[in-house]
């Protein structure tokens, strides 16, 4: 007795693997019958779309309007390719249409096909959901899908629930689980796909946390000089981060998007503020995500937060001669300065500096060569100036 309720067993959950096996491909067929046209054009008319060992036919639409239907079907063999047909028979005039194509098929990547046959149309598509590359997601990611008809989800694949109508009847859907509702506190989410009750089997995702998010506009602040690396840019963050949760970033430097070492971060996580410092002038954008220990959340939603580091404005200093040196006696020059960040500063030879007293210094100078630097409150100088 023992050695049959064994075998029974074995055989029950042999037809369920079996049975889950069969419902992973499938094929919804959209027939649309032009009006009956009697012994003018659709006598006897056949319309025949074959895949495997399934297959739909449809005759002459006796109506005056055109009919449009849909079929769902199970694919549980592999065929390689979709045989469509169809016929007219005893037609007036001897005017009868055959007509006949096979449209290549393979049930892991097919997508849409379409037969114009003599009696209507049918467009085949298949219904079939690829288990995801990378299934951890949080409740804030954009989940997109293709290749289905109407769609449910469930967050145990046990109990499941419609998407709303807006997503019924769309080949291809975008969404979120935080627009659906329902995940928080759970660590699984399944979508399945079909047509009206009968589905194929389910994909299934594995719900991470989100990292959090960035609220408002970055405040940037320029280089202090053209040349120097030292812009700063601070962001904010919407949550306290929780115990043993850590930033990772990745930095890009525009227009060709080249991965740069992520500069100086220091938080200050009272304010929950992210201030980095050390940037070039530029244009940036950065991607991140957090780890709960070893645990990753998602990466941040697109599009990638961006942000740019204006330059400083330019120092210039120009020198004026006013009154040549004569008979070994003084001579004057003129220093105008203009750009960077006043006040502005000057030291001839090694003596003290002296600050501006307006914009265009007067400076009396000895007789003989001397050497000129002219700086701004940020210690910039004129790049372009021999001094």
Same mark, same amino acid.
């Given at each position: 007795?023992?050695?049959?309720?064994?075998?029974?067993?074995?055989?029950?959950?042999?037809?369920?693997?079996?049975?889950?096996?069969?419902?992973?491909?499938?094929?919804?067929?959209?027939?649309?019958?032009?009006?009956?046209?009697?012994?003018? =054009?659709?006598?006897?008319?056949?319309?025949?779309?074959?895949?495997?060992?399934?297959?739909?036919?449809?005759?002459?639409? #006796? /109506?005056? %309007?055109?009919?449009?239907?849909?079929?769902?079907?199970?694919? #549980?063999?592999?065929?390689?390719?979709?045989?469509?047909?169809?016929?007219?028979?005893?037609?007036?005039?001897?005017? %009868?249409?055959?007509?006949?194509?096979?449209?290549?098929?393979?049930? +892991?990547?097919?997508?849409?096909? !379409? *037969?114009?046959?003599?009696?209507?149309?049918?467009?085949?598509?298949?219904? !079939?959901?690829?288990?995801?590359?990378?299934?951890?997601?949080?409740?804030?990611?954009?989940?997109?899908?293709?290749?289905?008809?109407?769609?449910?989800?469930?967050?145990?694949?046990?109990?499941? /629930?419609? *998407?709303?109508?807006?997503?019924?009847?769309?080949?291809?859907?975008?969404?979120?689980?935080?627009?659906?509702?329902?995940?928080? =506190?759970?660590?699984?989410?399944?979508?399945?796909? =079909?047509?009206?009750? /009968?589905?194929? %089997? !389910?994909?299934? !995702?594995?719900?991470?946390?989100?990292?959090?998010?960035?609220?408002?506009?970055?405040?940037?602040?320029?280089?202090?000089?053209?040349?120097?690396?030292?812009?700063?840019?601070?962001?904010?963050?919407?949550?306290?981060?929780?115990?043993?949760?850590?930033?990772?970033?990745?930095?890009?430097?525009?227009?060709?998007?080249?991965?740069?070492?992520?500069?100086?971060?220091?938080? +200050?996580?009272?304010?929950?503020?992210?201030?980095?410092?050390?940037?070039?002038?530029?244009?940036?954008?950065?991607?991140?995500?957090? *780890?709960?220990?070893?645990?990753?959340?998602?990466?941040?939603? /697109?599009?990638?937060?961006?942000?740019?580091?204006?330059?400083?404005?330019?120092?210039?200093?120009?020198?004026?001669?006013?009154?040549?040196?004569?008979?070994?006696?003084?001579?004057?020059?003129?220093?105008?300065?203009? =750009?960077?960040?006043?006040?502005?500063?000057?030291?001839?030879?090694?003596?003290?500096?002296?600050?501006?007293?307006?914009?265009?210094?007067?400076?009396?100078?000895?007789?003989?060569?001397?050497?000129?630097?002219?700086?701004?409150?940020?210690?910039?100088?004129?790049?372009?100036? +021999?001094?």
């Amino acid at each position: 007795m023992k050695t049959k309720l064994l075998s029974v067993l074995f055989l029950f959950f042999g037809l369920i693997h079996f049975t889950n096996a069969q419902t992973k491909y499938g094929m919804l067929v959209k027939t649309t019958l032009d009006p009956f046209q009697g012994w003018n =054009g659709s006598h006897a008319g056949n319309l025949r779309i074959s895949i495997g060992s399934q297959s739909i036919s449809k005759g002459s639409n #006796t /109506t005056d %309007d055109v009919v449009v239907a849909y079929k769902f079907l199970y694919i #549980t063999d592999n065929p390689t390719q979709i045989v469509c047909s169809s016929s007219t028979a005893g037609n007036k005039d001897g005017s %009868d249409c055959n007509l006949d194509r096979n449209i290549p098929y393979n049930k +892991d990547t097919f997508d849409s096909g !379409y *037969f114009g046959g003599c009696i209507g149309d049918a467009e085949m598509m298949g219904i !079939y959901l690829p288990q995801p590359v990378n299934t951890n997601v949080c409740k804030n990611d954009v989940i997109s899908l293709t290749r289905g008809w109407n769609w449910q989800y469930s967050y145990d694949a046990v109990n499941w /629930t419609n *998407f709303a109508s807006s997503y019924q009847a769309k080949r291809a859907i975008s969404f979120t689980m935080a627009a659906l509702g329902g995940s928080d =506190g759970k660590t699984k989410f399944y979508v399945r796909a =079909g047509y009206d009750t /009968t589905f194929t %089997d !389910y994909i299934i !995702y594995d719900i991470i946390p989100c990292p959090p998010g960035l609220v408002g506009a970055p405040l940037v602040s320029s280089t202090t000089c053209v040349n120097n690396n030292d812009g700063k840019v601070v962001f904010t963050y919407d949550r306290d981060l929780v115990s043993n949760e850590r930033f990772e970033f990745s930095f890009y430097k525009k227009p060709d998007n080249i991965l740069i070492a992520t500069p100086a971060l220091t938080i +200050d996580s009272v304010n929950r503020k992210l201030n980095f410092s050390g940037l070039a002038a530029g244009d940036y954008s950065i991607k991140y995500q957090t *780890f709960i220990g070893a645990q990753p959340t998602s990466t941040n939603p /697109t599009p990638d937060p961006a942000f740019t580091i204006p330059a400083a404005t330019p120092f210039y200093f120009q020198i004026t001669e006013l009154q040549p040196q004569c008979n070994n006696q003084q001579g004057k020059i003129k220093l105008t300065a203009s =750009g960077g960040i006043a006040p502005y500063y000057y030291k001839i030879d090694s003596n003290a500096e002296v600050q501006f007293t307006s914009p265009t210094n007067e400076i009396d100078v000895t007789y003989g060569e001397h050497s000129i630097k002219v700086r701004d409150t940020n210690s910039c100088i004129d790049l372009t100036a +021999d001094q």
